[in-house]
């Protein structure tokens, strides 16, 4: 999957933090990247050459030609 699409899919789903280059992920919205982990309320660096995402007790690092597919999930309305 080509950078450029990546980096929409994440700006679809999070929006920037106020004074810095980093972004949190929308309220409802959850990220999962490669079937693995599935990140709530983290907040995302898109990096030139990778992506991190911040955690309250860590930090994971996606190299952009690393990650195969990443999937949003919402709440879903009734």
């Known amino acids: 999957m080509k950078k450029e699409t990546l980096e929409k899919i994440f700006e679809y789903a999070s929006m920037p933090l106020h004074g ?3 972004r949190k992920l929308r309220k409802g919205i959850q990220c999962q990247i490669n079937e ?3 990140y709530s309320g983290s907040t995302l ?3 030139d050459d990778f992506v991190r995402i911040t955690e309250a007790d860590s ?4 190299a952009w030609e690393g990650i195969a597919s990443v999937r949003t999930i ?3 309305e009734k």
């Not at 930090?59 to 996606?62: P, S, V």
């Open 59 to 62: 930090n994971t690092y996606y």
């Open 74 to 76: 919402g709440e879903v």
């Open 36 to 38: 693995g982990k599935v």
């Open 45 to 47: 660096f898109l990096g």
């Open 20 to 22: 810095t280059l980093s």
